[in-house]
Each structure stands twice: as structure tokens, then as C-alpha cells.
């Protein structure tokens, strides 16, 4: 997608529901689309798909310009949110439809659709009718029909948000080692960040109709480019204190309303940086405990302990109240945290984030 722009209203200027898209996914890659409700998700797979056309910009498959392409001549397999099956066929004529479509011969579209069944398993369903189907066959049967045709591309447009939680883990893994197995290139839409993280080998990030960040998923996670990013993504998430750069007699510093903190020598930023506004931010998983004479320790307040099973997610705020909001951290089991503890409380120096408060990480 090259510089794609679309407004609903057709107007370039005001409105844009996708600002001025430019993405590139390689041959044979899974790539999420993943962004809060609103972002331009859906719009843009609309557009991949050719069910929308954009207000500017191009779209190639390869070297192919698509703009002006028919949606049933763009080689794309898809699969809606509500699977989209015929109500009145059988399993057998849903996968067919779309080789019949083509006026592939009946034999030979039903041969396919056997093995579409087979790969998904659902070939013993074959004669049943779409109602007579549990959730998660019906979305086997929505694949399998996408990918009847063998495409080029699969479009995904929130394919799990109709399973339970435990039967979409399951979908998910199936979803991803059929993608390998038969290398068609896949685009998924979703809001579910774990979904997005786990499945993909990219993830673009949408925020407004712009793309925010797109990268594998541990880059993105280690080293979200700006606030918007260090924010959406991260459960629980990522701490963000608002601050101050500040240099004083060699010392840098990040001066919060709670807190001053010292940056270590290896984090240093540019001096040209300093009186700028920034978020400190650190994953809850970043933080460890320290001792009172730790020059670096901050003295917090535990306010709240969560048990979630696997530790404890501390809740602390600061114990003079000048600090707003709490900051989050986690610990294991068997650590000895009570409410109303002063704790002192530290960052791992290679992990913690500065952003400027308006637009980009600085380091
Ligand atoms: P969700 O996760 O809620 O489905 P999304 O990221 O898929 O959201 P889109 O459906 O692409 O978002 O919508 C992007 C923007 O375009 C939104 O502001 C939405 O209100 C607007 N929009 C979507 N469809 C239309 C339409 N048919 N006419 C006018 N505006 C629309």
C-alpha cells in the first residue's frame, strides 16, 4: 500500500478514516493490523479486499496495481467476523462456491472441497447445513472456503472474536500452522493485542488512520517508537510518568513530581534533550525491589496487592502524594509485600523508556 487515504465522505482534507498508509508486507508473511476501535482497521482490509476503493493512493499485489481491480479478480481469500456462510448449503456447496463461481466443474470443485475438509478436519461435516454447526466448525468452514481457491492473499477481519477463550487458543494455533503449511500470505484484522503478538510474524499498529509502529512483535514490545505505542501495548501495562530532562553539575535527570531520577551513565541522553518534557516508561516486569540504602531505590507506598496466580502485581503510590497515579510492578509469590509498606523501588537500567511527551522515543 502506497501513501493510501480514505474519507468516507470523499473529501481528501477532513475526515480521513486511513491518513496516508504506507505498508509493505513480503511474500508469505502474517501481519496483523492491530489498533483501538476506530483506527482504520477494517477500512483498509475493505480496500485490500477491493470492496472499497481508496480516496488516493495505490495498491499492488506484487507488481500488480490493484486500484481498479474487481474484487473476485484479485485472488484474495476471505473470512468475515460473522464467517458470512450460505444459510440454505450444505458445508460441501459453501467451500465449493466460490471454485463454482469461477465455473470450475462440479466434480472437481466438490473433489477440492473434500480436501479443503480434509486439511481442516471437517470433512465429516460435509452435508450438514451451517446451523447444524458449533462456532468453531463454522469458522473452519469460513477457511476453508477462503482458501478453496488457493489465493494469493487471506484477509482475516476479526475471524476468533466469535470463540470462547479457551477454543480460540486453539483456532489460533491451527490458523498460524495452516498459514505455514500453505504459505498464502495473511493479513488479519484485530483489537486483541495477544492475538496480534502471538500469531504474527509483523504487526502494524493504526492509530488514527496512521500507522504507529510496524514491526515484529518483540521489537515492538521491547522498543516501542512513541507514547501511543508504549501505552496500547503491554498488559499489565507499561508505567508512564510525566517528567522533566534536567542536567545538574554532570548529572542527568528525569525530575517527576514525585521523584528525580538519576539516569545511568550508559542511558544518558543528548543535552540537547534537556528542559524537555518526557514519559519515563517501564514494563511492571522491569521494576525490582531494592534496599533503603540504595541511592537509587525510590521510596513508594504500597497501596494495593492483585494475586494473579502466577505472582503479585503491586500497586504503589507515592508516599508524599505529590506523584500522581500509581506505578505497577510485579513480584513473585513468595516476596513479602504488605499494604502500607514503604518499599524502595528501581528500574532496570537497560530496560526503562524516555519518550517526549508529544511525539517519539528518544532512546
Ligand atoms: P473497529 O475495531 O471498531 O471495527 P476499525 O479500526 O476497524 O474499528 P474502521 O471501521 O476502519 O475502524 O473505521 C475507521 C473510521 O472510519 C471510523 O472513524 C469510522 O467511524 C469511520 N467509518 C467506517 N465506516 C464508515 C462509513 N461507511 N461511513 C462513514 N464513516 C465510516
Given at each position: 500500500m502506497r501513501n493510501i487515504v480514505k474519507s468516507y465522505d470523499g473529501k481528501k482534507e477532513s475526515g480521513r478514516a486511513v491518513d496516508g498508509l504506507d505498508l509493505e508486507i513480503p511474500k508469505g508473511e502474517f501481519v496483523a493490523l492491530l489498533g483501538p476501535s476506530g483506527c482504520g482497521k477494517t477500512t483498509t482490509l475493505m480496500m485490500l479486499a477491493g470492496l472499497l476503493k481508496p480516496t488516493s493512493g495505490e495498491i499492488f499485489f506484487g507488481d500488480r496495481?490493484?486500484?481498479?481491480?474487481?474484487p473476485k479478480d484479485r485472488n484474495i481469500g476471505m473470512v468475515f467476523q460473522s464467517y458470512?456462510?450460505?444459510?440454505?448449503?450444505t458445508v460441501r456447496d459453501n467451500i465449493a462456491f466460490p471454485l463454482r463461481e469461477r465455473k470450475i466443474p462440479k466434480a472437481q470443485a466438490y473433489e477440492r472441497a473434500k480436501e479443503m475438509g480434509r486439511i481442516l478436519q471437517i470433512d465429516h461435516l460435509l452435508d450438514r447445513k451451517p446451523s447444524q454447526l458449533s462456532g468453531g466448525q463454522q469458522q473452519r468452514v469460513a477457511m476453508a472456503r477462503a482458501l478453496a481457491k488457493d489465493p494469493e492473499i487471506l484477509l482475516l477481519d476479526?475471524?476468533?472474536?466469535?470463540?470462547d477463550a479457551r477454543l480460540k487458543l486453539d483456532v489460533r494455533d491451527e490458523i498460524r500452522k495452516l498459514q505455514r503449511q500453505l504459505g498464502v500470505t495473511t493479513i488479519i484484522v484485530t483489537h486483541d493485542q495477544e492475538e496480534a503478538l502471538a500469531i504474527s510474524d509483523r504487526v502494524a499498529i493504526l492509530n488514527g488512520g496512521k500507522i504507529q509502529q510496524y514491526a515484529p512483535p518483540e521489537e515492538l514490545f521491547?522498543?516501542?517508537?512513541?507514547l501511543f505505542v508504549a501505552s496500547f501495548l503491554g498488559n499489565p501495562p507499561m508505567n508512564l510518568i510525566a517528567g522533566k530532562i534536567e542536567q545538574r553539575d554532570g548529572v542527568q535527570m528525569i525530575v517527576t513530581q514525585g521523584f528525580s531520577y538519576t539516569l545511568p551513565e550508559t542511558r544518558k541522553l543528548d543535552v540537547k534533550h534537556s528542559g524537555k518534557q518526557v514519559h519515563l516508561g517501564v514494563r511492571p516486569h522491569d521494576i525490582t525491589l531494592t534496599h533503603a540504602a540504595d541511592k537509587l531505590g525510590i521510596p513508594m507506598k504500597v497501596d494495593l496487592i492483585e494475586h494473579l496466580g502466577s505472582g503479585k502485581l503491586v500497586k504503589v503510590v507515592d508516599p508524599g502524594n505529590k506523584l500522581e497515579g500509581m506505578i505497577r510492578f510485579l513480584v513473585d509469590n513468595e516476596s513479602d509485600v504488605h499494604s502500607g509498606d514503604i518499599v524502595h523501588i528501581r528500574f532496570r537500567d537497560d530496560k526503562f523508556h524516555v519518550f517526549d511527551s508529544t511525539e517519539n522515543g528518544l532512546n
Open positions: 496495481m490493484v486500484n481498479h481491480v474487481e458470512a456462510l450460505y444459510p440454505h448449503l476479526e475471524p476468533m472474536s466469535n470463540l521491547n522498543h516501542p517508537v512513541n
